[in-house]
């Protein structure tokens, strides 16, 4: 049973692979034993990471996921390099935060293409080149299902993904194309640092997740293993929340 949670002889591309949750995702991915497309707009992340994980079953390219021929480059070179497209993991994303009343149409603009837009296209191209079997796993938050304090350009965007999620799942399900979310909470990661050292806002944080901390890069990285893998082969069109039970907190 525990070979069918394997990525062997799997291809995958990861987005937003050079920092945080993606570059543990990636390496997470590989570690499974899939091969690796490593995408981010730094090359010098990208390189840093393909270093750790190790040069024979990985390769990169900087590129901006918000512009639909560098997607489709993406794909094609991870084709020609690999084989074949098994896995798309949509990890890229951005936050801008503003105060409802002062955000601009420009950051409006700016998320949306980054976090929900560039799902649209890189799914679209992906699933070109995927056979029967492929897996497509998105990125959200729970504050695309969950109100938060603020943020709503970013709450829009990822409530979008979760939406996309369901209706990719819908078509693609008779080609046995999966497609499948994520919803993290908060992690420790180089964009989460500094608000996590406001001890004030982090008891926040904690005031509304069951568990009591913060979640650790491998507990989100894991679970996307598990979606990109056969043990998740009757699982499609669902969004999983990592989020230490914020999601479900209630009044206590």
Known sequence: MLKSFSLEGKTA??????????????MAVAEAGANVMLVARTEADLRSVQEEIGNERTSFIAADITERDQIRNAVQKTVERFGGLDILVNNAGMNIRSKLEDASDLEWHK????????????SQEAAKEMASGASIINI?????????KTGVVYAASKAAIIQMTRVMAMEWGPKNIRVNAIGPWYFRTPLTEKIL??????????????????GELPEVATPVVFLASDAASYITGQTLFVDGGMSIHGFS
């Open 13 to 26: 591309i990861v987005t937003g692979a050079g920092k945080g949750i993606g570059r543990a995702i990636a």
């Open 111 to 122: 998320i949306m293409d980054t976090n929900a837009h560039s799902v649209f296209m890189f």
């Open 140 to 148: 959200s938050s729970v504050g695309g299902d969950r109100a938060l």
């Open 197 to 214: 050292s406001d001890e004030e806002y982090l008891n926040s944080i904690l005031a509304v997740t069951p568990m009591k901390r913060v």
